[in-house]
Structures are given as C-alpha cells and as structure tokens.
C-alpha cells in the first residue's frame, strides 16, 4: 500500500492506477477551489466598486449644492450690496443722511418745469386749452381780463358753469380767471334771460364752493352768490335752501360773521318777502333789514 499526500494528510493508493487517479482528482478538487475564491473575490470587488461609485455620486451631489447655495448668497449679497452701494451713492440719501446746515434756510420748493403729481383740474385744463375765450393782462396795479370777443355775444352755457366752477380753484391765474369772468359775464345785457335756466347747474357748484375748507374759496362763493341773486331775483328763492346750511356754519366763525351777515341781506333785498321766510327757516338768528 502506497500513501501519497493529499494538502496535509495522505491517501492509501492500492496500485499506480489509484495513484494517478487520486492526483487528478485532487488537481480539479484544487482548481475549482481555486475558481471559486476568484469568483468570490471578483464579487466583492464589484460590489466594493459599486459601493465607492454610490459614495462618490453622493459626495458629487453634496458638493453641486454646497457650490449652488454658496453662489446663491454670494449673488444676494452682491444684489444687496450694489442696492445699498446706488441708494448710498445718490445725492437725496447723503443729504438725508448728512443734512446740510443750509437747508433749513431753503425750504422744499415746486419745480415749475417738473412734472406734476396731481393731475390738473378741469378748469385748468379748459383754460389751458383755450376753452375760455379770454386773457389775463398783468397790469402795473391790478389784473383785468381782455375777452376775444364781447362778452355779450358769447353763450352762457356752459361758459358760465364753468367759471362757477373756477371759483374752487386756488393757484394763480385761474382764481382771478373764474372769480374776474364769472362777475364780468353777469354784467352784460340779457344776462338776466341767459342765467335763470343755467339755475339747476349753477347752485350745485356754487354749493361745492360754499361747503370748501380753503377760506378764500368760500368768500369767492359767496361773493358770486350775491352777484347771482343781483341779476336773477326772486328765481333763486326756489334754490336757496339748498345754499343756506353752508352759511349758518359758517357763521359760527366770528370771521365770517359780519359778510355772511351781509351777504344775506342782500339775498333778501333781491329776494323780497320770500327769501325772508326761507333765510328765517335755516337761520332763526337773522335779523331782517326791515326791522
């Protein structure tokens, strides 16, 4: 009997045939042990490569938004800083922020060629259109108004309601426009005939003039209130009561006292008896001029 060695022990081999055999048996024993740790091997470096590769995408996929956060704030930082850099560098925030002894002697003024933040009112744009035929003249001691035709040729309406409408405004020159055209249209013969059917027009605006918080806007009014009730008489009684609330709040300013006063007298006398029940109706404190 022949023991030959197989790895650490030996095996009986009856014969020579035996022997051959069992070398080759344990030849393929050893090469397939050897296949399969290679297999084993080459598995665990693909999945060790495989997991290198997911770890790396990971570490990509950080770093891609580490850098796009990070230029995001850079780029806000930069937009802020060149907002803080143009507001800083304008010539109105120095001066808010360093104010200059001198600007308390110079107030804030209107830049007469700088566009307007309100638009223009009505009046103003007509005049500034031409829709009023006239023109103010500066004289040397007081303004007059040149018409482009005669005043009695022209149609009161609406040019009359227009300049009623005038008497709200408060820049120069449409006071002394509307106040100067309202008075002087009055004056011209047939005014009587052209103003009695402007009536429902005309108290309304009056009344806006009347109720005006601007003091020499409600004086305009008044003014022209009288003017109105010299040329149509009795034919504003039926609207007076409309125009009289206005006044007896007026009243209670002692300022307004004395041409309010006036003011309805000459309402009466135009009036006649029946504006005194209507004046007595709104202002029970009203004397009459006949007592």
Known sequence: ??????????????????????????????DRG??????????MQKSE???????????TDNCDLRTSSSAQVKHGTTVQQSKSSSSTSSPESARKLHPRPSDKLNPKTINPFG???????????????GG????????????????ECPPEKLPFDPLLITLAEGLRETKHPYTFVSKEGFRELLLV??????AVPLLPRLIPVLKAALVHVDDEVFERGLNALVQLSVVVGPSLNDHLKHLLT???????????????????????????SGSLIIIKSKIPTYCSICC
């Open 115 to 129: 566009e307007q933040s309100r638009a223009p009112s009505a009046f103003a744009a007509i005049y500034s259109k």
């Open 1 to 30: 009997m022949i023991r030959e060695p197989c790895g650490t022990c030996f095996l009986p081999v009856p014969g020579g045939r035996r022997l051959v055999a069992q070398r080759v048996l344990v030849g393929r024993c050893a």
């Open 49 to 59: 490569s495989h997991r290198g590769v997911q770890m790396r995408n990971k570490l």
């Open 246 to 272: 206005s006044l007896s709040k007026r009243l209670r300013d002692k300022k307004f006292k004395e041409p309010i006063t006036t003011a309805l007298q000459k309402l009466e006398q135009h009036g006649g």
């Open 34 to 43: 050897g296949r399969e740790e290679r297999s084993k091997g080459e598995a």
């Open 132 to 147: 009023i035929p006239c023109r103010l003249v500066h004289g040397s001691v007081k303004h007059k108004l040149q018409w």
């Open 189 to 194: 013969t047939g005014a009587p005939e052209k």
